[in-house]
């Protein structure tokens, strides 16, 4: 599978535009196209995702992890130029949009072949989780309920072996230890800590940054 990274507070190419939000693709074989939140900024989010090669139209999935701005705010642009793609919210977050194909989350649920939600943990925020060869890959917005949540939430799909997103304060980096990769971006307050105790996992974000797992 590959993941890109659409929407960071950094950049890792020029001609991408960073801003505080975060919102990343995932394209995984014989499934369908993911977006993952949507940034902040709808001409921001766009313009990276042009950018990066990826056509806003052919998503069919959406999932936002919380109803933070920073992980909404691309929403409406997106879905101006994107008529059909079904919307996984979780229950916190609760926008008019008329005429769309919504599944509200609370409960752990499967997406897709493959792709798991954690469920909206504490009521708050969901992360995504992935099944794949080497692994389960998770993917956080925030992570408000805790990484120590959210980890054990996917685990009950697996064997977790990489982290992707917004870790925001988190500094328990010993659970991070079974791990094969982290790319702690956004929101997170310590990457500098994480990439210290885990340099042989560490993958630096921000817009651009492309994982294949
Ligand atoms: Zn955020
Ligand atoms: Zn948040």
Redesign the pocket.
């Not at 997406?111 to 504490?122: A, D, R, Y």
């Not at 060869?133 to 697996?158: E, F, M, Q, R, W």
């Given at each position: 599978m590959k993941v890109t990274l659409v929407y960071d507070n950094t950049a890792s190419k020029t001609g991408l535009l960073p801003d505080h939000g975060f919102s990343c693709f995932l394209e995984i074989e014989n499934t369908p196209r993911i977006l993952f939140d949507t940034g902040t900024r709808g001409e921001t989010l766009l313009h990276n995702m042009q950018q990066l090669g990826v056509d806003p139209a052919a998503v069919d999935i959406i999932v936002i992890s919380?109803a933070?701005w920073?992980?909404t705010g691309g929403l409406n642009a997106l879905l101006r130029v994107n008529q059909t793609a079904i919307l996984y919210l979780p229950s916190s977050f609760r926008p008019s949009l008329p005429d769309r194909r919504v599944v509200e989350v609370t409960t752990p649920i499967e997406i897709t072949s493959n792709v798991f939600s954690t469920g909206e943990l504490m009521r708050v925020e969901q992360s995504l989780v992935i099944k794949t060869n080497t692994g389960l890959v998770v993917i956080s917005?925030?992570a408000?309920p805790g990484v120590d949540a959210i980890l054990k939430a996917a685990s009950s799909y697996g064997k977790v072996s990489a982290l992707i997103g917004g870790l925001h304060g988190f500094r328990e980096y010993d659970l991070l230890k079974d791990l094969d990769l982290v790319c702690a971006c956004h929101c997170t307050a310590n990457k500098a800590q994480i990439e210290a105790h885990h340099p042989d996992k560490w993958v630096e974000g921000g817009v651009g940054t492309i994982i294949e797992l």
């Amino acid at each position: 599978m590959k993941v890109t990274l659409v929407y960071d507070n950094t950049a890792s190419k020029t001609g991408l535009l960073p801003d505080h939000g975060f919102s990343c693709f995932l394209e995984i074989e014989n499934t369908p196209r993911i977006l993952f939140d949507t940034g902040t900024r709808g001409e921001t989010l766009l313009h990276n995702m042009q950018q990066l090669g990826v056509d806003p139209a052919a998503v069919d999935i959406i999932v936002i992890s919380h109803a933070h701005w920073d992980h909404t705010g691309g929403l409406n642009a997106l879905l101006r130029v994107n008529q059909t793609a079904i919307l996984y919210l979780p229950s916190s977050f609760r926008p008019s949009l008329p005429d769309r194909r919504v599944v509200e989350v609370t409960t752990p649920i499967e997406i897709t072949s493959n792709v798991f939600s954690t469920g909206e943990l504490m009521r708050v925020e969901q992360s995504l989780v992935i099944k794949t060869n080497t692994g389960l890959v998770v993917i956080s917005g925030c992570a408000h309920p805790g990484v120590d949540a959210i980890l054990k939430a996917a685990s009950s799909y697996g064997k977790v072996s990489a982290l992707i997103g917004g870790l925001h304060g988190f500094r328990e980096y010993d659970l991070l230890k079974d791990l094969d990769l982290v790319c702690a971006c956004h929101c997170t307050a310590n990457k500098a800590q994480i990439e210290a105790h885990h340099p042989d996992k560490w993958v630096e974000g921000g817009v651009g940054t492309i994982i294949e797992l």
